[in-house]
């Protein structure tokens, strides 16, 4: 049974893999066996999650360097050195991204094509990278990182809302093109996961709290519930799994009334 998630030999490009749910992805798949490159844009953060992975790993396991997704330069040079030292990019993770809260009429056109290009055309632009190596292999697993918001709205966060429900337009096309070249393409949609990038709009908010109330589970989720989507999918349990989005959300989604309440609003008993 074990061998179904068995990883050992494959290699795993990470976008946005310095930190949060990306460096819990990157640690899932060296636990299953796996090697990681982790490309995140600042180097000092790709340093020190390289540094903390191969502790445990071993040195050879973990490479990374500074990668911009909005580059076509920087995802070329990232994905050649990829290859150059694993010989092969089995797993494609894409991770990277930005979130921008304001009222929508207060958001500028600029920074709403600014998050666009970071999910979106960011993870176009990586997945075009890794197809020809995956092509000749004849084999790949595409993995992209959409959101609880490709399904249902959270206010004041428009650019990211679109941005995330475009990736699973992205995701179905990719699918349905590459798999006949054997490339699997999938998406994980997160719950709500307090990281660096939106632990402030989470953690004692009253955002948090409503969030909550409307979670069966009670609790927020973790990186390391993501990640281990994101190894099944990796994976040849997963051998017949193309175009889907997995949803790890603890419920939300299915919560229409419900009787929970946040751990702070809990009434007494």
Not at 172 to 181: D, G, H, I, P, T
Request: hydrophobic share 40%; proline share 3%.
């Amino acid at each position: 049974m074990t061998d179904r998630f068995n990883l050992t030999g494959q290699a795993a490009l990470i976008t946005g893999g310095a930190s949060g749910i990306g460096k819990a992805i990157a640690q899932a798949i060296l636990e299953a066996g796996g090697k990681v490159w982790i490309g995140s844009r600042t180097a000092e953060k790709v340093e020190t999650a390289v540094e903390e992975l191969s502790e445990s790993a071993g040195e050879d396991a973990v490479l990374g360097q500074s990668l911009d997704v909005t580059d076509d330069q920087s995802v070329e040079e990232t994905t050649a050195k990829a290859l150059e030292s694993f010989g092969r990019i089995d797993i494609l993770v894409n991770s990277a991204g930005i979130i921008i809260k304001k009222p929508t009429q207060e958001l500028t056109l600029d920074e709403f094509n600014t998050v666009h290009e970071s999910h979106v055309t960011g993870t176009l632009r990586c997945c075009k990278a890794v197809a020809a190596a995956m092509k000749e292999q004849g084999s790949g697993s595409i993995i992209n990182i959409a959101s609880i918001s490709s399904f249902v709205d959270l206010v004041e966060v428009a650019a990211y809302a679109s941005a995330k429900s475009a990736i699973l337009g992205l995701t179905r096309s990719l699918a349905n093109e590459w798999a006949k070249y054997g490339i699997r393409t999938n998406a994980i949609a997160p719950g709500f996961i307090p990281t660096d990038l939106n632990r402030k709009f989470l953690e004692g908010t009253e955002r948090g709290r409503r969030i909550l109330e409307n979670t069966p589970m009670e609790r927020f989720g973790t990186a390391d519930e993501i990640a281990g989507a994101a190894v099944f999918l990796s994976s040849p349990a997963a051998s017949f799994v193309n175009g889907h989005t997995l949803v790890v959300d603890g419920g939300y989604l299915a919560c229409g009334i419900g009787d929970s309440f946040a751990p702070w609003a809990r009434p007494d008993e």
